[in-house]
């Protein structure tokens, strides 16, 4: 008969007696138990504070750190100044008198929120992209296998046109093309062994963080530490130039020379060869830039005065000294952040004022005209006329992350997004899966959020209006309640940081609501602001916001 002990079928036995059915589980210890064995497993070390709990139970026990000050006493609170666990003999000790504590099970939950979210990151972005990038590097080398074949026929091709005199030669040659193709192939090879080798430290990382966020052993959880930052700065991208085969006219002097040659090859690096952006499979697969957190107090750096005589009501970034403003009159502004100095001033052709201002990859500014129905174009102080439209004016305008336009326009109450590359429509979007507008006709200011959702804010409708890259509607925000000043929602300008959040100016509630990119409302910022109206973000994300009645710029840091 099968003994039930050694049986692949068998339950859960004593790890003392290891004959009983397991029933119970010390979560100090970590040891399966039965009943029986209870109370000796008590009496085996006195000086430790056995948890002994129902065996469906176990691991539900928090265990915490034992301090390194006072043997056996456990610490349930956190310095945060001395960022150490402490016991209450250590704060009876006076030790840490005046310092900020924290119960360290909410410490451990943001380690724990923080480990989850540097996971995901690793699982879902980065681990990924490199996924791609040796898929990219053994494409390469297929593709390379190709090319080198097509050079060794090319020159098979060649030779064949030859007395057989120069066979030598020909052979020469290919051999000198084998030589190049295995070195190269080699240093590719070598290339995909280190991103392998990556891949699988990452994964192994991202099984050492789920592992930690599946403990109870806080002081486990404590110590675990992260390189998702060193991930992040992905490989070199490695470019193999193929040598070219340079035929000559066949003569019966110096065969060497004049039958051809390989040109030089040498591999190159290219540092910036590959980004996070490497994949686009899912919005989490785009550059992934340092997690910040949100200041507890916004703070103004510095303000600027803009001059205009009624009103401002777009402000631009052109670098991070440098901003462009338009106002009231038919001149748009560019101003010195640092010291607050008008550096220059363009007059559109028309003589109307702009309707929107924005600021290319490239640098040139762009603006919307209104009443003359064009997208205009600065470059070096020339305007160029871009877009002019028919029936619909232009309103807000956006430059992307790839280069194209979005530009919002209406006509007889009706209201899109149009993209355009150039001059060129690509894409209209104006109802939804249902055939209802999207926008209504007070809809002005646009931006696109680095997950490539186009966010727009529609005053007519009260609400911040995301759809997807596709066009198709993710979400509207509507505000947030209580309000700063109890009015209801006004969004105004529009714009997103780093982290993907989506920054929009509440006009009559004197404030900036910052949401997520999926709508969830995470803070207000006031600094005191009046009427805010504009908004932009810098690279260093320093938010820009400019208040309609005072005609000023203020600059805001609110990120750690």
Known sequence: MMDPRTSAQDVMRCDLCETAVVQMHCDTCLVNLCTACVGKHMISDQSINHKVVT??????????????????????????QCDIPVCLSCLASKHHLGHELSKIVQVVGEKKDMITKERNELNDTIYPIYKDIASDVQNRMSQLQKEYGDLSTAITK???DWHREIDKL??????????????????????????????????????????????NDLSKLLNVSSNVHTYGYLPHKIIPPLPKFIPRKMHQEELSKMFGALSSSSLTSDEHGYSMKTTQKSPEAGSSPPVKQLLDEPKTVTTIHTGYTNYLDNVACLSDEEIWTRGNDNTMKLFSINQGSLLKSIRIKSGNEPSSIVVTKSG?????????????????????????????????????????????????????????????EKQTIQFDDKGKPIYTVDTRYITENRNLDICVSDDGAKAVVVVNQAGKLRFRYTGHTPAPKNEPFSPRG????????ILTADEYNHCVHIIDQDGQFLRYIDCGLSVPYGLCIDTNDNMFVAQLLKKQVKKITYLK
Not at 494 to 501: L, N, R
């Open 55 to 80: 065996i469906q139970t176990r691991k539900s026990t928090l265990l915490y750190p034992v301090c390194t000050s006072h043997a056996k006493e456990q610490c349930e609170m956190y310095c945060k």
């Open 170 to 215: 020909v052979k020469k040659l290919k051999a000198e093309v084998d030589e190049m193709k295995n070195t190269q192939l080699q240093t590719l090879q070598k290339h995909l062994d280190e991103i392998n080798k990556t891949m699988s430290d990452i994964k192994e990382e991202i099984d050492s963080m789920e592992t930690a966020i599946d403990t």
């Open 494 to 501: 529009i714009t997103t940081d780093s982290q993907t959040h």
């Open 364 to 424: 040139d500014l762009v603006y919307t005209d209104f009443y003359d129905r064009t997208v205009n174009i600065v470059k070096n102080e020339k305007i160029e006329e871009v877009i002019r439209l028919q029936k619909w004016r232009p309103k807000g305008v956006c430059s992307t992350s790839s280069g194209d336009l979005l530009v919002i326009m209406d006509y007889k109450k009706q209201s899109k997004v149009v993209r355009y590359s150039g001059s060129t």
């Open 158 to 160: 060649h030779g064949e």
